[in-house]
């Protein structure tokens, strides 16, 4: 690749987040480059399979559905952690962001006229589709919502998503620089002018300068190594650049999300859609737990609560022993073979690929593993990253932060579009301002730093640990002491597990010297962030003395509204040794805190003092743009209506 690269928008990262900010930047009349790890139609955004919750209310179940519902229901699944602001934008651009992929191209499933048969709750039922709505978007259920609001292209909606928006940006002709990855962002006394990165093929050291960057490299789930949802690629390398910066914060990494059915032993996702569909969980004498345990919701309860569920099983003896250790049984037998060959055919192919079983015959082995990071980047309402001017972030790499502290299913693939749109047009109208070029000493220093770390990793020689051991071992604490269940007893632990690791890792030798196309070291440079990305996950949670969604103390079961309906910031000071903690209210409260529905924890109420206090806006949040005074967000929904506006009467 050439060593200097002008554009007005940097996008680094292919996936949907990425590729859905880059079209908007380019409608917007800017030069848009996407520097990507891989080739964009190999992105994680590919391996979605569920859907995206939009309220259409197009389907008989979801009859009576608007963006007021699904804000109830992604703010009771956030366990009242989100930016209630942003869900309302989020929820009310959903609808027009699903049917602009149908234009772009996706093959969405459809309503069809008549009589079908279902499963609700374990009893079959049959539902009657109007004949006035055939051929409009069909939706199907997903955990934590009051209707049937996920929009669904079978089982590989994703696939489906990432073809059709990467066939738009070939229509553009915008440019993509795949096998390329960003180490480091160029910037200079709050102001972000672009990136310096490595061609995976030639090892290679160039520079992409930009007037806006926008971080759209997915989630940091590797960080449990192979205990995840989470593609190899998904390592965290934007979020720990923006971390390294020393001035942009992380919001809320304690929040990770637990997928409730990984398949074991392998970890793939199993679609929430098998659940949707009707789908059983059984423990090892066949019961249905769930059943028992949220008889309102049952197996459709939000992830959090099910996954705690599963491993309260494990953990009582009712797991299923197996060669690589217990699971739970995921049923979908009875939904018949032509459903689970055409409508979840993913799933089909997945069992039949990684385990050789056909689960239209037989039973799904799965286990709770880790899927989803609610923390990333913190972002305003339009994606800018806080304290560092001309960055952006969108997708699971931000925190901008809908979900909370906990995300439900359908919504995320629906936020990388409506992200992708909303922090798309913001970073080209900051493109199309006048800003000005970085010092050519700065870019000379910012490459010069990267060569000098490349050439230290290169230049190590003795008996220190491999880079992959360090991995290994980080994976088994994060999951051992951070995952589904937490004690600060064992987060201590993890911090100095983590601390320890860090050291190691300064010692830590390669053995291929090759300065080119070498992975050993294309991971080497990565894995300094990762380590300091968990350190920030373990430490946040170990703070949080509370339960509030995935985040699920032991010793502090109750969701403690009085001391903790904030949201976490942390930095890492250049020459620190260790990151600085600070917090934010979630900002105006549209929709009080009060019980999800689901789910059994007690309530630490918060006080008059304290609502008071996040009715008003931070001076953190003042700073950084959280709230404008013409927006026409926020005032939708005022505390005290939204039982009227949702038909809720208690």
Not at 26 to 33: C, K, L, R, T, Y
Not at 147 to 157: I, L, M, N, S
Not at 519 to 528: G, H, K, N, Q, V
Request: hydrophobic share 40%; with cysteine.
């Amino acid at each position: 690749m050439d060593a200097i690269l002008n554009t007005d928008v940097l996008v680094i990262g292919g996936g949907l987040a990425g590729e859905r900010c880059a079209i908007e930047a380019a409608n917007a009349g800017q030069d848009v480059i996407i520097a990507s790890l891989i080739p964009p139609r190999r992105s994680h955004s590919c391996a979605a399979q569920g859907g995206m919750q939009a309220a259409l209310g197009n389907c008989a179940m979801g009859d009576g559905d608007n963006p007021n519902v699904h804000f109830l229901d992604t703010v009771r699944g956030s366990d009242w952690g989100a930016d209630q602001e942003v869900v309302r934008m989020f929820v009310d651009e959903a609808p027009a962001a699903v049917r602009e992929l149908a234009y772009f191209g996706v093959p969405w499933t459809r309503v069809t006229a008549g009589t079908q048969t279902h499963f609700i709750k374990g009893r079959k039922v049959e539902l009657t589709e109007s004949e006035e709505n055939a051929g409009l978007l069909m939706q199907r259920d997903f955990g934590g919502t009051a209707k049937w609001r996920t929009c669904y292209a079978a089982a590989g909606t994703g696939h489906a998503a990432l073809y059709a928006i990467d066939g738009e940006v070939v229509r553009l002709g915008i440019t993509v620089r795949d096998r390329v990855e960003a180490l480091s962002l160029i910037h200079d006394q709050g102001r972000c002018h672009g990136a310096v990165v490595r061609c995976l093929r030639t090892g290679k050291i160039g520079v992409i300068i930009a007037k806006a960057t926008v971080i759209a490299t997915g989630g940091h789930g590797r960080i449990y190594g192979k205990y995840t949802t989470n593609a190899t690629i998904n390592e965290g390398t934007g979020t720990a650049m923006a971390l390294a910066t020393g001035v942009v914060p992380l919001g809320n990494m304690e929040a990770v999300q637990f997928h409730p059915t990984g398949l074991w032993p392998s970890g793939i996702l199993v679609t929430e859609g098998c659940r949707g569909d009707g789908g059983y969980l059984l423990n090892r004498k066949l019961q249905r737990f769930m059943v028992d345990l949220e008889p309102e919701k049952q197996e459709l309860a939000s992830r959090d609560v099910v996954s705690r569920h599963m491993m309260t099983q494990i953990r009582e003896g009712l797991g299923v022993d197996g060669p690589f250790g217990t699971h739970l049984w995921l049923d979908i037998r009875h939904l018949g073979r032509e459903h689970v060959h055409t409508k979840l055919r993913e799933v089909y192919e997945i069992c039949q690929d990684f385990l050789g079983l056909d689960p239209a015959d037989e039973l799904i082995p799965v286990r709770p593993t880790q899927h989803y990071s609610m923390g990333g980047v913190r972002v305003n309402k339009d994606g800018q990253a806080y304290g560092m001017s001309g960055l952006f972030a969108a997708g699971e790499a931000a925190c901008w932060d809908m979900h909370g502290f906990n995300r439900l299913g359908g919504n995320s693939l629906a936020e990388t579009i409506v992200a992708g749109r909303i922090v798309g047009a913001r970073a080209a109208q900051f493109a199309g301002g006048k800003t000005d070029g970085p010092d050519p000493a700065l870019v000379e220093h910012s490459v010069r730093e990267q060569q000098e770390v490349i050439a230290d990793w290169l230049a190590r020689s003795g008996n220190g640990p491999t880079v992959y051991e360090i991995r290994d071992r980080l994976a088994e604490t994060m999951m051992g002491k951070v995952g589904i269940f937490r004690n600060g007893e064992e987060l201590e632990e993890a911090v100095t597990d983590i601390y320890d690791l860090i050291q190691a890792c300064d010692t830590a030798v390669l053995r291929s010297k090759v300065p080119g196309m070498n992975p050993e070291l294309a991971f080497a440079l990565r894995l300094p962030g990762m380590l300091r990305l968990a350190l920030v996950t373990a430490q946040g949670a170990l703070a949080r003395t509370e339960s509030r969604g995935a985040h699920s103390r032991t010793d502090y079961a109750a969701r403690d509204d009085a001391r903790w309906l904030k949201r976490t910031l942390a930095r890492w000071p250049h020459g620190a040794t260790a990151p600085v903690f600070d917090y934010e209210p979630v900002g105006l409260l549209d929709l009080p805190p009060a019980g999800r529905g689901y789910g059994k924890s007690s309530i630490i109420e918060m006080s008059e003092e304290l609502a008071d206090y996040n009715e008003t806006v931070s001076e953190e949040q003042q700073r950084h743009g959280r709230l404008d005074s013409d927006s026409p967000f926020g005032a939708n929904l005022r505390a005290g209506e939204w039982r009227k506006a949702t038909g809720e009467v208690s």
